[in-house]
Nanobody
Framework: QVQLVESGGGLVQAGGSLRLSCAAS????????RAWYRQAPGKQRELVAA???????DYADSVKGRFTISRDNAKNTVHLQMTSLKPEDTAVYYC???????????????WGQGTQVTVSS
């Protein structure tokens, strides 16, 4: 089992920044990749950013150039630095543990509790 705990959400004005963190514990040696998803009201959960154990990253087109995912392997923590935030970034953000296969990220059923990010216009 893997436990994921997120922190860092909140309310910010458009154009502002927030940094999310996700700490992992448990059977983390089995986890090779981590990611952030988000889910806005009435919408499906979507992949925002992912990072491999080696530090390679992928981003949704909607956040490229604004969000940066990084990981601290020594602390088993993944961060999502969000800048130039827009109202459409408002969602609950979830941390996930998964793996890559053939260049695509696949989530395992390990999720954090979610953290609310609200961007006001």
């Amino acid at each position: 089992q893997v436990q994921l705990v997120e922190s860092g959400g909140g309310l910010v004005q458009a154009g502002g920044s927030l940094r999310l963190s996700c700490a992992a514990s448990g059977s983390i040696l089995s986890i090779t990749a981590r990611a952030w998803y988000r889910q806005a009201p009435g919408k499906q959960r979507e992949l925002v950013a992912a990072v491999t154990s080696g530090g390679s990253t992928d981003y949704a087109d909607s956040v490229k150039g604004r969000f940066t995912i990084s990981r601290d392997n020594a602390k088993n923590t993944v961060h999502l630095q969000m800048t130039s935030l827009k109202p459409e970034d408002t969602a609950v953000y979830y941390c996930n543990a998964g793996y890559y296969s053939s260049g695509s990220y696949y989530p395992l059923d390990y999720w954090g509790q979610g953290t609310q990010v609200t961007v006001s216009s």
